[in-house]
């Protein structure tokens, strides 16, 4: 069965500073990967997603994740942390035949940005 | 930009009682999904929808739990008898059918059963 694990439950960083929010997936074959993100009150906005191609997958508000097979990997950077990018954060992953496009999300990473 | 929404934003029941969660999908999307999220907890995946059927359900989508797509543009979660672990903000999201479409979310459904 497919896992996703977010080691890091709660990252605090200053307004400026550089962010990376690490993910690790669990699956047998090589999935689609997604980086959500939830505001206080909001729905799931999708930050980025990885099918195929090149490992380096630019999304949404300057974020950008590397897909890295051999660590199993899919962390979320951004260069320059904004108060606004506040949220939690969340690594998911489905299957890549199919098209019911099931997803199986991580536990969250909550980030605070310092002022 | 299309967007899937979810009404109500919150809704408070008491415990036994059935409710029905609703959902507008973005209009040319064929697969429809529930996900819930209880407080501190993950998001769980409990059924998808496709061509008028369920398609896939997880563990948690017991008898208690029902989907409909009623006419051509809401598709709804309905809870036959609420226990008070139904507390949960419950996700609506769809997909379009391209090969490399994500699921778009609702804003979500906050659930209290009291």
């Known amino acids: 069965a497919q896992s996703v694990t977010q080691p890091d439950i709660h990252i605090t960083v200053s307004e400026g500073a550089s962010l990376e929010l690490r993910c690790n997936y669990s699956y047998g074959a090589t999935p689609y990967l997604f980086w959500y993100v939830q505001s206080p009150g909001q729905g799931l906005q999708l930050l980025l997603k990885?099918?195929?191609?090149?490992?380096l997958v630019q999304g949404i508000k300057g974020f950008e994740a590397e897909f890295k097979r051999s660590q199993s990997s899919f962390n979320l950077r951004k260069p320059s942390v904004h108060w606004s990018d506040a949220a939690e954060y969340f690594c998911?992953?489905?299957?890549?035949?199919?098209?019911?496009?099931?997803?199986?999300f991580g536990s969250g990473t909550q980030l605070t940005v310092l002022p | 930009e299309p967007e899937v929404t979810q009404t109500p934003s919150h809704q408070v029941t008491q415990m036994g009682q059935e409710v029905i969660l609703r959902c507008v999908p973005i209009?040319?999307?064929?697969?429809f999904y529930w996900y819930r999220q209880i407080l501190g907890q993950k998001v769980e995946f409990l059924v998808s929808?496709?061509?008028?059927?369920?398609?896939?359900k997880s563990e948690i989508f017991d008898d208690q739990f029902s989907v409909e797509r009623p006419d051509g543009s809401n598709f709804t979660l309905k809870i036959r008898s609420t226990k008070l672990e139904d507390s949960a903000m419950y996700f609506c999201?769809?997909?379009?059918?391209?090969?490399?479409?994500?699921?778009?979310f609702g804003n979500g459904t906050r659930l209290t059963v009291t």
């Open positions: 990885y099918f195929s191609g090149d490992t």
């Open positions: 209009s040319n999307h064929l697969y």
């Open positions: 998911a992953v489905a299957p890549a035949r199919g098209s019911a496009r099931q997803l199986t």
């Open positions: 999201a769809s997909k379009g059918t391209g090969t490399n479409s994500p699921l778009h």
């Open positions: 929808f496709y061509n008028n059927e369920i398609s896939e």
